[in-house]
């Protein structure tokens, strides 16, 4: 029997203790479709001992069942989402059906995936970076993260082609918001966010707020005394807090505003929010963790970096995207609702969360 547990630690762990062969399927407090990921029961993404002040069942909730097969069918019963086996205890899961050649329905997240799969050249040692998370849950530790890369710049229609958002960054004023900046959002990362909800910021108007922030500031590079004495984050904070309000959330908020800032501004949607353990965080201090992180990892980033500038895209260019827009890539596609976390099959042992003791293999 499947049961269900939100807003009960006690049932939950309780749970765990009896069923130690057991199978936990993870999702938020609603069930979402987007975001099903199954687990062991031993898996120290849901079993393990927490920080005080933490609960497995508050935000998100937990299904629990002796077999996989057991849990499949509960969530088929309940969601038109399609539930996936964690990267790092790797549960028994069924096969998916073999491409009928249509296009993939999106699991997750906020971009859509081209199907048409380039050749890559999986050569050379894998690139490996650590991003910690902000609630002291187990770093993500991602082997191969130049081929994650390299596969997410060639696939997703967010970073493919002339009308693709990148382009998008590329190619627009950087101090004033366009409805051609909504619409690059909408068109290429399948947001579908109505457009009168921004019209007012959408005007073409120079802002203030905007223009405070220089477009020279790359989030990785600034010392920590220039990040300070510069009051970035204090710059970042008022810019967000004119754009985020009433049907304006934070996700599509970062999305316009690396647009215009895209060395310096993440973009921090759910799945990226999800990957750092930030939810109910403030956008400034999850900025600052990523770039605290970025710099750990910044020799790896620019490897890659460096790396994709070899590949010539779709449009015969080389691929040249900044250090921040590839370290926010790599969060958003190890997570097991984006959309391209099923095409990362042929490599998923490349990449998962290792806990504490826990050697990434």
Known sequence: MTQWFLNDDAGYLAWLAAHDEGYVLNTYAHLAAGYLVVHRASCRMINRDLAAGKVWTGQYAKACADTVDELLAWASERTSGTPHGCGSCRP??????????????????????????????????PIIVTIRRVDDGPPIVIHGAQWVADLFFRLDRSAVGPKSYDARALACP????????????????????PEKWWIGLLDGVPRPWLTAIDPSWRLLDLSDAEWKEAQVADRLGAA????????????????????????????????????????????????????????????????????????IGVDGQPIQRTLVRILDVLLWATHPASALYPVLGHWQSEFQYAGPGRQAT
């Open 92 to 125: 028994d899961m069924p096969e998916a059906p073999a491409s009928t050649g249509a296009p993939a329905r999106r699991s997750g997240g906020s971009r859509a995936i081209n199907q048409a799969a380039p050749d890559l050249m999986l050569g050379g040692d």
């Open 174 to 193: 950087k101090d004033r918001l366009e409805l051609a900046d909504l619409r690059a959002v909408n068109g290429s990362m399948a947001t579908r966010m």
């Open 240 to 311: 967000l807090a004119e754009m985020v309000g009433d049907h304006r959330g934070l996700s599509v908020a970062t999305k316009l505003l690396h647009l215009k800032r895209p060395a310096l501004v993440p973009i921090l949607d759910s799945l990226v929010v999800d990957q750092l353990g930030g939810r109910g965080r403030k956008a400034t201090k999850l900025i600052e963790h990523m770039r605290v992180e970025g710099r750990q990892n910044l020799d790896a980033l620019r490897a890659m970096q460096d790396g994709l500038a070899t590949i």
